[in-house]
T-cell receptor, first 117, second 111 residues
Framework: AQTVTQSQPEMSVQEAETVTLSCTYDTSESNYYLFWYKQPPSRQMILVIRQEAYKQQNATENRFSVNFQKAAKSFSLKISDSQLGDTAMYFCAFISINTGTASKLTFGTGTRLQVTL | DTAVSQTPKYLVTQMGNDKSIKCEQNLGHDTMYWYKQDSKKFLKIMFSYNNKELIINETVPNRFSPKSPDKAHLNLHINSLELGDSAVYFC??????????FGSGTRLTVV
């Protein structure tokens, strides 16, 4: 079974600064995807960024980028130029490709990020 | 247009009642899911349907019964509600493994 660990329950960053959220995972699979989801106070789950395990290049989406270290099973999220609207819970998630339609997205416990003035 | 819509958004009900949550997606995805988010914000899968067929059924009490009349709809019926069922329930859909699209959640409060 896969597990996803987020060791930072809460983090705080000042507006315009950079913050990195940590995520590690445990799997014996070789083909999988990793995701970061954002859940603001509105409770909507929003996909922030996606990384395919077979790609060595780190994914980026505007101010959001990841540091994917496959050997270390680490998948951290960097938010640059933090904005007040980035305040939210951030969830790291894993899905195996090999199980076909029986695949399921497994989440970490989340990191609550507070962006301050 | 809302991609994954759930109704109702809020549900307050007494212990012992039976209630349903409805979910519809207009993305053409083949697979739909129900997730439960507890008071500590932990998200855990409950069920998964692929083209109306039950694929994943985690260790969920029998009081929870999903129904998928077609691949665009996945409803969740809960019998004999208990206090511990209070949570936010999310519907989601996906095509292969390109990430899930979630509904806005249903906050269920059992009193």
């Amino acid at each position: 079974a896969q597990t996803v660990t987020q060791s930072q329950p809460e983090m705080s960053v000042q507006e315009a600064e950079t913050v990195t959220l940590s995520c590690t995972y445990d799997t014996s699979e070789s083909n999988y995807y990793l995701f970061w989801y954002k859940q603001p106070p509105s409770r909507q789950m929003i996909l922030v960024i996606r990384q395919e395990a077979y790609k060595q290049q780190n994914a980026t989406e505007n101010r959001f980028s990841v540091n994917f270290q496959k050997a270390a099973k680490s998948f951290s999220l960097k938010i640059s130029d933090s904005q007040l609207g980035d305040t939210a819970m951030y969830f790291c998630a894993f899905i195996s490709i090999n199980t076909g339609t029986a695949s399921k997205l497994t989440f970490g416990t989340g990191t609550r990020l507070q962006v301050t003035l | 247009d809302t991609a994954v819509s759930q109704t109702p958004k809020y549900l307050v009900t007494q212990m012992g009642n039976d209630k349903s949550i409805k979910c519809e997606q207009n993305l053409g995805h083949d697979t739909m899911y129900w997730y439960k988010q507890d008071s500590k914000k932990f998200l855990k899968i409950m069920f998964s349907y692929n083209n109306k067929e039950l694929i994943i059924n985690e260790t969920v009490p029998n009081r929870f019964s999903p129904k998928s009349p077609d691949k665009a709809h996945l409803n969740l019926h809960i019998n004999s509600l208990e206090l511990g069922d209070s949570a936010v329930y999310f519907c989601a859909s996906s095509r292969r493994n390109y990430g899930y699209t979630f509904g806005s959640g249903t906050r269920l409060t059992v009193v």
